[in-house]
């Protein structure tokens, strides 16, 4: 439950840094209009401080979701879900929720990736062409092709 907190925290801070309002978040001051938070896009761009932040949290991220206990406490949180599920359902529900540490490490494998992740705010990194639902979806596809009848 507090990694959640943590992503929360880091992802509103993260948040606030590219606004450029991380004064205003680390303070007790009155929250103020920041026009400079109105600023492009490309102001962000090769940005050493956001860079520094952007690989950290995604580094946290791969790393709580790598993390054994924080998975089990994951499937323990969710295991009540199943209770509320039709009688016929109860079984599926249980596997489904018994098989999300393995989902969640495999998502993450394939999708968290500081150096590409990042790779907009770096100076030093290659700019990466990236199409996070190109092989899932081309699987998907090609499993549906399959199924339709008379193939």
Known sequence: MAAAYYCVLVATLLLAAVNGQVDDVTTDAE???NVEGLRPLGS???NVQLCSLCEKVIGFLKNVTNNKQVLEELV???LPVCQWAPYSLHGDCIEIVD???E????????????KRDCAYVCPEQEIL???PYAAPMANILKLMQEKKPGH
């Open 44 to 46: 962000m761009i090769q």
């Open 76 to 78: 323990e949180l969710l």
């Open 31 to 33: 929250p103020q209009m």
């Open 99 to 101: 098989n999300i540490p």
């Open 129 to 131: 062409t990236y199409e």
């Open 103 to 114: 989902m969640v490490k495999n998502l993450t494998d394939m999708y968290l990736d500081p």
